[in-house]
């Protein structure tokens, strides 16, 4: 294998190359060749430009060349303007004369559906590392520096010089650069970087994420994503970025929960694609958007202000945009602020008649006469990290006070002040907030999606937990009493459990455990007892017993004491692709998977983040309840599921899933009585 440059050196060579080569390059406008190589030179770079082709000398005043050997100076990067059958060979030449990175644009990969491609995609990542050349794409439209500038690919976008920004954007999908660099220069904002990471034969998102963390000019990451090759990466360079002060925001697209509803574990079905993604952002601290207009104004504002303290303080002219913004901030999870008790008297005291709350709506005070100051209060208030406006459009007596005192509350606070305008605004009422450095949108979601970036909590640093010693697993689902043996040795609490195999036996260990008693017949592959009659519970004599006994028929059984419970939870680990292990706890029991109430967290995680997680979900409703009992029951749930993580842990990549179904929860805190560990095959 040749020596290769650092990754670093690698990633600086495709970003800040010398010279840059088209094979392929076509005469024919309306090929890639043809556009890709005149979208390099136009765009303003200043290295070598180069066409190479057997059957042209010149295209559109740029010098070409029969090889890359024929170059009069050394190539960096080649765009592979080629048919996918053509481009082994090609890659291989590229690395024989020194090319640093080839692009390749063609499709006919992994994404095709025969087996051609999938095969032609594992030729192409093993050229790249056994010639030490980096590969982007295939199946891409190519990258962009708006800093070096460089532009080498084919969308509309790598046509025009870009603004020069901070954001800079890693998508597995180049067809949408144009939309989104279109939105960044609507709101004034500016390119670094952008590469199209197409089907990550080589170079991943997640590589360019880690180099945009030491590129100077860069200040938000932009990651459009269709899944993760690697979430503990991601995790570590999330926490790499926040370190940097680099702000990064997330669109996932795609995926799909089908997979998961086919696995034999609840807890592999409640953590699908979905859910654990979202585990792994939230747990990351990464800003995520929903919608590509959300995406690009949430790294416009993380761009311009930055991760903000606080929750959201908010105005309205009317009663009903104030509601509205209730609304839309409960459906988009957007944090409201509460007043501090100081804060609340003295807007008090302003107004005429309603009551204050957080979204405020302008009109209770009857006035700008009275409510002058009201925005300056509320801005000023320590829990407020970021204040928005629902405002229309106003004659000048009426909305020149209004006007007059948000741009007070916006200087003298520093905060960011964003005005919505659902009716849009002339523009010169625009200019004029915008020249006082308040934002104006028309869309109320989608500037909430950026201010819910900008309010997304910093990531905390993933424990270091220990890494205890596991025994080996077999190559199938384990029976229950092997899953309760299991995860006993990691001290989670599980319920007393005698195995038998005669009825005299389940008469003995009933005695031992104490009545009354649950019977469940152990049935080889038979995961989901209750559903074949296996499971017989609430036994209160040795007559019950005896039917039970006879009306399972199994070969072997096993006898527990019968736990109350005042509420049953399910606790579990599963496998998410991409994501690796994740934890879990919801509502146990019949209501599983009909709720689908589960609380997800990727594995490591601390003890303070579980707890957050239980309260903010359904069993936190159920555990803080006025009428909950069992205070105990919150802080034993908790032991449990860290001692659930203790196991995962040492089983790592053994380990499929595991579901503790039920986990009953009640004067005895937190027990596990049905368990169910899937090793890894």
């Known amino acids: 294998m040749p020596n290769r440059l650092s990754f670093r050196d690698e990633l600086h060579a495709l970003f800040h190359p010398r010279a840059v080569a088209v094979i392929g390059v076509s005469d024919d406008t309306t090929k890639h060749g043809y556009i890709v190589l005149t979208n390099v030179r136009d765009t303003g770079f200043r290295g070598g430009v180069y066409g190479i082709s057997r059957r042209l000398t010149e295209v559109n005043g740029i010098p070409c060349f029969p090889d890359l050997a024929a170059v009069p100076e050394p190539v960096d990067v080649a765009f592979l303007a080629i048919p996918a059958e053509a481009t082994l060979q090609a890659v291989r030449d590229c690395a024989a004369v020194g090319v640093k990175a080839a692009i390749v644009g063609s499709a006919g990969y992994a994404e095709s559906l025969d087996a051609t491609g999938a095969e032609r995609q594992e030729q192409l990542a093993r050229i790249a590392r056994e010639a030490g050349i980096r590969i982007v794409g295939p199946n891409c439209n190519g990258i962009y520096n708006a800093h070096h500038p460089v532009s080498i690919g084919f969308n509309t976008s790598h046509a025009k010089p870009q603004r020069l920004g901070g954001i800079s954007i890693f998508s597995h999908s180049g067809a949408l650069f144009d939309a989104m660099a279109g939105r960044l220069a609507m709101l004034g904002a500016g390119l670094s970087l952008f590469a199209s990471a197409g089907n990550e034969a080589d170079l991943s998102v997640l590589d360019y994420m880690d180099y945009a963390i030491g590129h100077q000019a860069t200040r938000v990451i932009a990651l459009m994503i269709d899944s993760l090759n690697d979430g503990q990466r991601f995790r570590r360079l999330a926490l790499a970025a926040a370190d940097a002060g680099k702000h990064v925001v997330v669109l996932k697209i795609g995926g799909s929960d089908a997979g998961a509803q086919a696995a034999v574990a609840h807890s592999s079905r409640l953590a699908g694609d979905s859910v654990a993604y979202s585990a792994l952002f ?61 804060t609340r008297q003295r807007i008090d005291e302003q107004r005429m008649f309603s009551r ?21 209060l509320l801005a000023h208030d320590p829990n407020v990290g970021t204040m928005l406006a629902l405002v229309h459009s106003m004659n000048p007596w009426q909305g020149d006070p209004i006007r007059a005192a948000l741009a007070k509350a916006r200087d003298a606070s520093g905060k960011p002040l964003l005005i919505v305008a659902p009716g849009g605004m002339p523009t010169t009422e625009r200019a004029w907030y915008e020249s006082r450095g308040m934002d104006v949108f028309a869309e109320t979601d989608i500037v909430l999606e950026s201010v819910r970036a900008m309010l997304t909590p910093p990531p905390a640093r993933p424990p270091r937990l220990e890494t205890p010693s596991a025994p080996d697993l ?23 459990t005698v195995e038998c195999a005669t009825l005299e036996q389940a008469r003995a260990a009933a005695a031992e455990v104490g009545w009354p008693v649950v019977l469940k017949g152990v049935v080889d592959g038979v995961s989901h007892k209750s559903d074949l009659g296996l499971v017989h519970t609430n036994l209160q004599g040795e007559a019950a017993l005896q039917s039970a006994f006879n009306s399972i028929g199994a070969k072997r059984y096993i006898v527990q004491p019968m736990v109350p419970a005042a509420f049953e939870a399910i606790a579990g680990v599963t496998r998410s692709p991409g994501i690796g292990l994740v ?22 995680i601390g003890r303070e983040e579980i707890e957050r997680g239980i309260e903010n979900g359904g069993l936190g409703s159920v555990l803080r309840s006025a009428r909950w009992r069992y205070p105990g029951a919150m802080a034993a749930l908790v032991d449990l599921l860290c001692a659930l993580q203790r196991a995962a842990i040492a089983l790592g990549d053994r380990l499929e899933a595991i579901d503790i179904n039920p986990v009953i929860l009640g004067e005895h805190g937190a027990i596990a009585v049905d368990a169910l560990v899937v090793p890894h095959t």
């Open 282 to 342: 939230a747990a990351s601290g990464v800003a995520v958007a929903s919608s590509l207009e959300g995406f690009m104004t949430a790294a416009a504002m993380l761009d311009k202000y930055g991760r903000r303290c606080g929750r959201l303080g908010a105005m309205s002219t009317s009663g009903a945009g104030a509601s509205l913004i209730a609304d839309r901030c409960a459906a988009l999870h957007v944090p409201l602020a509460a007043f501090t008790p100081e």
């Open 474 to 496: 077999p190559r199938r689902a384990l029976t229950e009493p092997e899953s309760l043996a299991l995860l006993r040795m990691f001290r989670v609490p599980v319920v007393t």
């Open 356 to 376: 204050i709350g957080n979204p405020l709506d302008l009109g209770i005070f009857g006035g700008m006469r009275r409510a002058a100051q009201v925005p300056s």
């Open 583 to 604: 934890l879990l706890a919801g509502f146990g029991g019949i209501y599983t998977e009909a709720l689908r109430q589960s609380s997800v967290w990727p594995i490591p």
